[in-house]
């Protein structure tokens, strides 16, 4: 399974980016393997509906689960029709490292 | 951390003096001005700015009179009704109407229309005596307030986040469009702002109605109530059947407009008026309010 | 002739002046007047008529296209046509959807389809509504449904509803300065800004000052609830060579007959008098037109 974080910058070091549609970047960790794998949001400074296009994103890589700060209600109607899972974390201070290792450790994702 | 978001429907209800009062009253809190339109809380505020932002809020259309053969297709395929003959008989984009939606630069057989960007709007972090404030300027007769809105609440949340302050104060816009909406979309609480008056009640029924869609909690107060208390008892009745919490009436006092006058918040300039305590009591019940 | 009520700020005043307006005008000046309400958002001039009845009411509407997977081949062309991202498509799970929040109804994604996969369906917008009022030729009102924002849209199609008419209309304008209000100033021959001396009143009043220079539309102030607030707006409107074509004194009786809808019952001689002499300025714009 695919699980997609948003991040705010490239590399596992990068802090979590609380923002869906206007995320910097994504990191794509696939739980079979244990592969990451970055990539930029080129949707970030869309004129409107960055959200909807980063859900289509989303779809086209073939996501299960998006872990992020929040959703807007374009995107979460859209991550709904395509099924992808949405998980919402309110902590902006974690490392990406340090959410993967949470989802290997296959504890819950949200601390609280 | 929770977002209220001060609406009234009508323009004139009271909004900013409200955002203001509470300003006053806050501790630990972000300021937003949703109404990018014509914004008037850092009037009292008195924002100091620390991040200037430029926001793009799309391209205008430019028909290049040089390559143009005056064939018609662009004037035709308008839906917005912006290209017109100039005097010389040749089509000419009006920038007022264009939407931006370049359909006419895509379709021109002989490439004459060009887009070009529009940088007019801007938007603010700034510091106040009472906190952080995102704020915004547009342009004249621009475009897209909407998404600026959004683009300022984003940014105001972020802050809120960074800082742990508890509460985002957000200062809206009148009417029940786009920039309403934008302001209303996944905030926490709307803050019905209802002045006693056939208007008044008509607009924030109205509001109410587009509120209510949302699914957001609201709850209400009753500014300048004794102008007329007639009225006043309707609205009150529409609230209860509707289980709108009133959280207190402000009474209609001319020392609000001499406080604005002074440029301070109302709870600054008097505190120990009727109006002070008033709001201080609806202060305290928003914040107990923390489910 | 168009005259164009408008003001930065909400709540200066607008209505009353609008409304006013169409009965001094329809009494004094010609009773061939017709009232134009564009604040589609929030419309309330009809409230200050009593019951007037509806002459006629029509539905509006907004062109939303719909994708048919059928037919769609998910070339994406109509997504890169789309400006405003209201497109998304997904080829591999045959997902090609319009979202009508983000879609301006431009038809641009239409001309991209090569496969006709693009048909435009009506939406329903909000209604425009012919009132009969005792005077003057009536009140005709658009009304935005809730939940939609193409308010500039029903703004459009209300005048164009209203610009057959030869009589004199008084278009009352939303708040504000942005599309929709330049909308609705845009084809008017006069604008009437009113304003209130307070600081918020002047700061919405130059904004929209500068957008008529902008628009190079003249105009002239109200100065409404004049004796609050402060000096000034007054010494703005000087500095700056602005028409001030009247002030309306703050009254707390007049707020209360406002507030109850009977602005027009027992009209004080002083409001007569005033709405006169702006009447009066007005015509004499029309004669050097």
């Given at each position: ?16 980016d609380l923002?869906?549609?206007?995320a ?5 960790y ?14 970030k ?6 959200g909807t ?9 073939n ?7 929040d ?28 959410i993967?290792?949470?989802?290997k ?8 | ?17 409200v ?5 006053s ?17 850092h ?7 620390k ?13 290049n009179?040089?390559?143009?053969t005056?064939c ?7 839906r917005f ?24 630069e ?13 940088n007019n709007?801007?938007?603010?972090v ?9 704020h915004?300027r ?6 897209n307030?909407g998404?600026?809105?959004?683009e ?17 104060i957000?200062?809206g ?13 996944g905030?926490?609480m ?12 008509h607009?924030a029924k ?23 208390l ?22 209609f ?10 440029e ?8 120990d ?19 | ?8 700020k909400?709540g200066?005043?607008?209505?009353t ?6 009965y001094?005008i ?18 309330n ?12 009411r029509?539905?509006?509407y907004?062109?939303i ?12 062309k109509?997504?890169e ?7 998304t ?72 509803r ?9 278009l ?7 599309c ?29 000052v ?17 004796g ?45 008098r005033?709405?006169?002499?702006i ?10 037109k």
């Amino acid at each position: 399974m695919k699980i997609a974080i948003t991040s705010e910058k490239k590399g596992l070091r990068s802090k979590f980016d609380l923002r869906f549609g206007r995320a910097g970047w994504f990191c794509i960790y696939d739980t079979e393997n244990g592969e990451v794998i970055f990539t930029e949001n080129e949707n970030k400074d869309a004129n409107g509906g960055a959200g909807t296009k980063t859900a289509e994103k989303m779809a086209e890589l073939n996501v299960s689960q998006i872990i992020s700060g929040d959703f807007g209600p374009k995107a979460k109607a859209l991550l709904e029709k395509f099924k992808i899972q949405m998980v919402i974390l309110d902590e902006g201070n974690k490392t990406i490292n340090e959410i993967i290792e949470r989802l290997k450790n296959k504890s819950t994702i949200n601390s609280n | 951390m929770r977002e209220i978001t001060i609406l009234s429907g009508k323009g004139g209800a009271g909004k900013t003096s409200v955002a203001a009062a509470f300003a006053s009253l806050a501790k630990n809190v972000v300021f937003c001005d949703n109404d990018v339109d014509a914004a008037d809380l850092h009037l009292i505020l008195h924002p100091e700015i620390k991040e200037t932002h430029e926001f793009d809020s799309g391209t205008i259309a430019k028909i290049n009179p040089e390559s143009c053969t005056n064939c018609g297709l662009c004037e035709e395929s308008c839906r917005f009704d912006a290209i017109h003959p100039n005097t010389t008989g040749m089509p000419e984009v009006n920038p007022f109407q264009c939407e931006g939606c370049r359909l006419c630069e895509r379709i021109c057989p002989v490439d004459a229309i060009t887009s070009v960007q529009n940088n007019n709007n801007h938007w603010f972090v700034s510091d106040t005596r009472f906190g952080p404030m995102v704020h915004a300027r547009m342009g004249a007769g621009e475009e897209n307030s909407g998404r600026l809105v959004t683009e300022i609440r984003k940014k105001a949340k972020e802050i809120a986040l960074e800082q742990n302050a508890g509460i985002i104060i957000s200062d809206g816009p009148p009417g029940i469009g786009c920039p309403a909406i934008a302001s209303v979309t996944g905030t926490d609480m709307v803050l019905l702002v209802v002045e006693p008056s056939r208007s008044g009640m008509h607009d924030a029924k109205r509001l109410y109605e587009l509120v209510k869609s949302f699914n957001i909690p609201v709850v209400a107060l009753i500014n300048k109530f004794d102008i007329n208390l007639e009225i006043t008892a309707e609205i009150g009745a529409f609230l209860n059947e509707n289980k709108i919490p009133l959280l207190g009436k402000i009474p209609f006092d001319p020392q609000l407009v001499e406080s604005m006058v002074k440029e301070q918040t109302i709870v600054e300039y008097s505190p120990d008026s009727n109006m002070s305590r008033e709001f201080g009591m609806i202060w305290q019940k928003i914040e107990n309010n923390n489910n | 002739m168009k005259i164009a009520v408008a003001s930065g700020k909400g709540g200066t005043g607008k209505t009353t002046i609008s409304v006013n307006l169409f009965y001094f005008i329809s009494k004094e000046w010609d009773s061939n007047v017709r009232l134009v309400d564009c604040d589609v958002e929030e419309p309330n001039d009809v409230l200050f008529f009593n019951n007037p009845a509806i002459q006629s009411r029509e539905e509006v509407y907004q062109l939303i296209p719909e994708i048919d997977t059928e037919k769609c081949t998910f070339c994406k062309k109509c997504q890169e046509w789309c400006e405003f991202n209201a497109i998304t498509i997904v080829p591999k799970l045959n997902f090609a959807e319009v979202d009508a929040s983000l879609c301006h109804s431009c038809g641009a994604c239409s001309a991209a389809c090569e496969f006709d996969a693009i048909t435009e369906i009506e939406k329903p917008l909000g209604t425009i509504t012919n009132y009969q009022t005792d005077f003057g030729k009536g009140l005709t009102e658009g009304c935005l449904n809730v939940g939609s924002s193409m308010q500039t849209m029903l703004i459009k199609k209300l005048k164009s509803r209203v610009d057959n008419n030869d009589c004199l209309t008084i278009l009352d304008a939303p708040p504000g300065t942005s599309c929709p209000v330049v909308e609705t100033v845009a084809d008017a021959d006069y604008i009437i800004l009113v304003t209130e001396p307070t600081p918020f009143g002047l700061h919405d009043l130059k904004i929209t000052v500068e957008l008529l220079d902008e628009l190079q539309k003249p105009f002239g102030v109200i100065v409404n609830k004049a004796g609050l607030g402060n000096r000034d707006v007054y010494e703005f409107l000087e500095e700056n060579n602005i028409e001030l074509l009247g002030e309306i004194p703050f009254d707390r009786n007049f707020a209360v007959s406002y507030s109850s809808g009977d602005l027009l019952q027992n009209i004080p001689d002083k409001t007569t008098r005033v709405f006169g002499e702006i009447i009066q300025k007005i015509r004499r714009k029309e004669v050097v037109k």
